[in-house]
């Protein structure tokens, strides 16, 4: 168990020195990971649990340094929906029109398709959605984009949203083990929805949305 050190300075009445020095048990991050809370919170309910080794689910998902590059919406959506497991597409950087995409190609489990931003950020899509029917597949980097996951085991990572007068949802999970993971959604300047879980046959289950940030909004916003 780690502990962390405190000191307490005191004095009697007298004036005399009473301090002293105290540990206090540190729980870290690697003693309780997030995954055994979530999946003994599983158990608990009934569900079933999610393997560590699931990383698009678990794991920080790491960006991309070499893959195909496109330079429009048209080449990197056919080449996105011709890819294979492990394939990398990029959308390079630049602004785009608002030209929505579908993904229908399906990866695998330790082998997803990517489809990114040639650099994190780079690709301005407009207000464009991103729909994913697929299967295993880590979305990422991407700037001003909507996300439908209809497919299951879809992660969206990096990606970053200037609000102003959109209502959103920004991301919809309507598969199961969807998530959307270290990204950045500020600016709003009116209500809304920042993510949706749809309620739809079968029921999506095990969305997770962590470590990303949400500032800088007006008025009242939720899930």
Not at 71 to 93: H, K, M, Q, Y
Request: hydrophobic letters at 35%; one cysteine or more; proline letters at 5%.
């Amino acid at each position: 168990m780690t502990t962390t050190s405190h000191q307490l300075q005191a004095t009697d009445a007298v004036g005399s020195d009473t301090s002293q020095q105290f540990d206090v048990p540190l729980q870290v991050a690697n003693e309780f990971p997030v995954s055994s809370v979530y999946n003994a919170f599983l158990s608990e309910r009934g569900g079933t649990q999610i393997s560590t080794a699931n990383t698009l689910f678990w794991g920080k998902p790491l960006y991309p340094t070499s893959g195909t590059t496109y330079f429009t919406t048209t080449e990197f959506e056919a080449a996105a929906n011709n890819a294979n497991p492990g394939d990398v597409i990029f959308l390079g950087d630049g602004t785009y029109p608002q030209d929505s995409m579908t993904i229908t190609a399906n990866g695998q489990q330790f082998n997803p398709i990517i489809i990114a931003s040639a650099n994190i950020h780079g690709a301005n899509l407009s207000g464009a959605k991103i729909t994913v029917n697929g299967n295993y597949v880590l979305v990422m980097g991407f700037t001003e984009t909507y996300y439908e996951c209809n497919g299951d085991d879809v992660t969206v990572a990096y990606a970053y949203y200037d609000g102003g007068g959109s209502t959103g949802p920004w991301f919809i999970a309507d598969g199961q083990r969807n998530r959307l993971c270290y990204s950045t959604f500020t600016n709003r300047t009116v209500g809304g929805q920042y993510f949706s879980v749809v309620s739809t046959t079968p029921i999506p289950q095990y969305a997770r949305i962590d470590h990303n940030h949400f500032l800088n909004h007006w008025g009242p916003t939720g899930a």
